[in-house]
């Protein structure tokens, strides 16, 4: 019950961003409906060359899920009105600068805009509401593997926690493929928590199920988004620990080959065809010469300098990076930080002090190495592009919501949330529903 009343008031919010925000205000929303309206046409998967100048730009070699999904859902609207709209770009557009009083939007916007929607603007809307279909998923998913690892009571306000962070409400509320990838990757952290707490038992079909589902997950998100690389690594790591566990290397090799052959049955195609077209699987050759790209390598100094960025864009920085809250409120939110920091190091001390130590779930490292392998590739790609952005963190936002619990476990007992039924139904309802309290 509880959880169907997030889901619902998440999916109340990312509906009144969708509809609120005007079309193709959002980062790159303009190009990711591009590659849409191009498969809704029927003219098959984009061919990309450096620096292109088709409608799409550098989103021609994105990992194609996202955009067949919408294309399905889109593809019986006239959408010949597109290319007109895609010319209104406004040529004084402020991107990318939170300081701009003025010009703000990147399109010159009409009234043919507003509701009934029609043509481009109707399938945009369309792709918009798949995306907060993802972003369900996805909060759905992260509850799971918190519940799991935590226990219902604090994974709740945790999960509810960083599902209504703006950023993400805003992201989730856009057509972009970054949704597809935060339900996908959410739902392998879930299923790989699963497979380490509970083990497979039995013969036939039934042992392997859970190991197939996760291979397929795993197939869905490698086509998502490149950034899914390392989910990989982290079902690897899951299976080869598995394995030490229970003293069979044959669980390894058999487990190993069941996620993968369905995981390659779905992806495989994909990265054959970019080899095949660019002579790079990851055709990241063809994606850097259609970004911009710093003149030399970023030093630790420069990454250091845009941090600030990368945390006003993680909280909540909207339009094209352009529209931004006012300076108190990133202040307080610094502030938040500061005091999450000093819980990590007042849950550090309460460890180390307390016995005997309480046993710490070894599935909780799995999200954690999701985010330190997101943090690593942010790193190295910073190093080649300005891409201070926070929204390349929300595929690990179940592990932001572990630290932010981890935080929250320093607190005095009779500060934190029990073990329990939920308590902070008494903190903020003067009575308490059955089923909620």
Known sequence: MRLRLLLAAFVLMATVYSVVVPPFEAPDEIWHFAFIHHLATGQGLPVSEPQTQALWRQQGVQAPLYY?????????????????????????????????????????HYLQERWPWRGAILALHLSRFLSIGWAAVAVWAIYRTLSALVGPAWALPAT?????????????????????????????????????????????????????TTGVMLGLALLAKLSALGLAAVVGVTLLAMAWRARSWRLWIEGTMAVAAPALLIAGWWYVRNWRLYGDPLAWNVWEANILLRLRPADGRTVLAELESLEWSFWGLFGWLNVAFPAWVYRGLRWLEIAIAIGWVGAAIRLWRQRPRPALPAAAMLPVVWLALLAVSWLRFMRVAPAAQGRYFFPALAAL????????WALPSRWRLPAGPWRPCRWFWPWRHRHWC
């Open 68 to 108: 067949l999904a919408a294309a399905a859902l889109t593809g019986w609207i006239d959408q010949s009105d597109f290319p007109a709209l895609y010319r209104r770009t406004n040529p004084h557009a402020a991107i990318g600068r939170p300081d701009a009083t003025a010009n703000r939007n990147y399109l010159i």
């Open 160 to 212: 509810a926690f960083v599902a209504f962070i703006p950023q993400f409400v805003f992201i989730s509320a856009t057509a972009n493929n970054d949704n597809a990838l935060n339900a996908l990757a959410a739902l392998v952290l879930w299923r790989v928590t699963a497979l380490w707490q509970r083990p497979p038992s039995g013969a036939g079909l039934r042992r392997w199920r859970p190991f197939l």
């Open 401 to 408: 919501a572990l630290l932010f619990l981890a935080a929250l």
